[in-house]
């Protein structure tokens, strides 16, 4: 599967962002859907997953603040980002996992700056 992350860019401290990530090559309601991470000197971190039966899971950070949603029929994973804050800013990875293979899939990164 072949993924196509856009959408990010420079936001002041409590703006939103929405990024999307765009599937293609394979089934795409087979694949568990993630966000995940990576600020500078820090290891990449799950944000947000959503499972193929629209289960979702969250990083402490960002529970209530960040939406991830699909649409199994456009092939797309969406990252509803609000409140932001300047300890959100990294580069935002959108990835697909098949649980019965353990594969993963990652796009390219898209950077998130949230700053006055």
């Known amino acids: 599967v072949q993924l196509q992350a856009s959408g990010g860019g420079l936001v002041q401290p409590g703006g939103s962002l929405r990024l999307s990530c765009a599937a293609s ?26 499972n193929t039966g629209g289960s979702t899971n969250y990083a402490d950070s960002v529970k209530g603040r960040f939406t991830i949603t699909r649409d199994n029929v456009k092939n797309m994973v969406y990252l509803q980002m609000n409140s932001l804050k300047p300890e959100d800013t990294a580069v935002y990875y959108c990835n697909a996992h098949r649980w019965a293979t353990a594969a993963d899939y990652w796009g390219q990164g898209t950077q998130v700056t949230v700053s006055s």
């Not at 090559?25 to 959503?50: D, H, N």
Request: proline share 4%.
């Open 25 to 50: 090559g394979s089934i795409f309601s087979i694949y568990a859907m993630g966000w995940y991470r990576q600020a500078p000197g820090k290891q990449r971190e799950l944000v947000a997953r959503i």
